[in-house]
């Protein structure tokens, strides 16, 4: 925070959550419906995107 001296944890925190849901948002509407369009490429797509959250979780969870 350049300009801030003092910052409200509980309000970054929202606004931090806030950035996660709409993220999380454009995700689930927009990328996992368009990348499955094309009916031969479903199982691959379906498989890269459980295995890239199954190493995402993994990661958090070992780095904490």
């Known amino acids: 925070m350049l300009f801030v001296k ?5 309000f970054l925190d929202s606004m931090l ?22 009916q031969e490429n ?3 797509v379906t498989i890269a995107a459980v295995s890239g959250f199954s190493v995402m979780m993994m990661l958090d969870v070992a780095l904490g």
Do not use: H, K, T, Y
């Open 6 to 10: 003092n910052v409200n944890r509980e």
């Open 17 to 38: 959550g806030f950035a996660v849901g709409a993220m999380i948002f454009v995700v689930v509407e927009e990328l996992i419906p368009e990348s499955q369009s094309i």
């Open 42 to 44: 479903i199982d691959l």
